[in-house]
Nanobody, 116 residues
Framework: QVQLVESGGGLVQAGGSLRLSCAAS????????MGWYRQAPGKQRELVAS???????NYADSVKGRFTISRNNAKNTVYLQMNSLKPEDTAVYYC??????????WGQGTQVTVSS
């Protein structure tokens, strides 16, 4: 079993920054993919960014150039630095952990609200 604990959400004005963290614990595979997804009211959950244990990253077009995903493998923690935030970034942000065999776990979500 894997547990994911997210932190760092909050309220920020447009143009501001926030940093999300997600710490994984439990039965962690050395090879995995961790990522951030978000879900706004009335919309489907969507990928924001992901990063493999080897450091390869993937971003949604809407956040490229503004968000940066990184990880500390020694701490089993993934980060999402969000800069130049826009009101449309408002959503609940979820951390996801996935092993090569497809087994996956989700965090409880953290609210990010960007005011205009």
């Amino acid at each position: 079993q894997v547990q994911l604990v997210e932190s760092g959400g909050g309220l920020v004005q447009a143009g501001g920054s926030l940093r999300l963290s997600c710490a994984a614990s439990g039965s962690i595979s050395s090879i995995n993919v961790m990522g951030w997804y978000r879900q706004a009211p009335g919309k489907q959950r969507e990928l924001v960014a992901s990063i493999t244990s080897g450091g390869s990253t993937n971003y949604a077009d809407s956040v490229k150039g503004r968000f940066t995903i990184s990880r500390n493998n020694a701490k089993n923690t993934v980060y999402l630095q969000m800069n130049s935030l826009k009101p449309e970034d408002t959503a609940v942000y979820y951390c996801r952990y996935r092993r090569p065999d497809g087994n996956e776990h989700w965090g409880q979500g953290t609210q990010v609200t960007v005011s205009s």
